[in-house]
């Protein structure tokens, strides 16, 4: 248990579907991420909030929409997937962008996605 | 941020220790070294990181060369469920409160037998 809750854990969605990935962390952080991790591929790096502002954005595709209405909260909002955005997307959080004393950041489990 | 290059894949013998190498040799002088690891299916977790000194902490053991060009991940006693892919990243950390992103590589997949 790392501090960092996803909901869902697994989400299955038809292309034409508009869903929502939901992140929370309890960990008292005010930095949050989007990673993407897709079959035998390394993660990526997708979004970054610094106290629910967006500080990053990594050439994704806007059918991707990222929300932080506070620096507990981090959701990915889905709409008009296509196959190949099957993939595990994880929430990160850490104290602040240089990750706090230790640097770390913080995962949380995952959703796992199928875009049918 | 430096780039790092880590063997695909490694066996280890339960019981012994797990030492995983990385060569990092265009690291700058603010760049420090991280180790995560993720467990299939799981997200990464955080195992240690180092400068320039030698880092032991309850999980592993780091030892960086003294160019600093290479590392080694030492798990001392390994068991099943150190089973992973294990990654090492290079970042610039806690420079203006901003730091360096981390951008996983393949990683090396560590494999425990009984």
Known sequence: ?116 | DAKTTQPPSMDCAEGRAANLPCNHSTISGNEYVYWYRQIHSQGPQYIIHGLKNNETNEMASLIITEDRKSSTLILPHATLRDTAVYYCIVRVANVDNQGGKLIFGQGTELSVKP
């Not at chain 1, 106290?51 to 008009?80: D, G, M």
């Not at chain 1, 595990?88 to 230790?102: F, I, K, T, V």
Request: charged residues 15%.
């Open chain 1, 1 to 116: 248990e790392t501090g960092v809750t996803q909901t869902p854990r697994h989400l299955v969605m038809g292309m034409t579907n508009k869903k929502s990935l939901k992140c929370e962390q309890h960990l008292g952080h005010n930095a949050m991420y989007w990673y993407k991790q897709s079959a035998k591929k390394p993660l990526e790096l997708m979004f970054v909030y610094n106290f629910k502002e967006q500080t990053e954005n990594n050439s994704v595709p806007s059918r991707f929409s990222p929300e932080c209405p506070n620096s507990s909260h981090l959701f990915l909002h889905l709409h008009t997937l296509q196959p190949e955005d099957s993939a595990l997307y994880l929430c990160a959080s850490s104290q602040d962008l240089a990750g706090g004393p230790l640097g770390e950041q913080f995962f949380g489990p995952g959703t796992r996605l199928t875009v049918l």
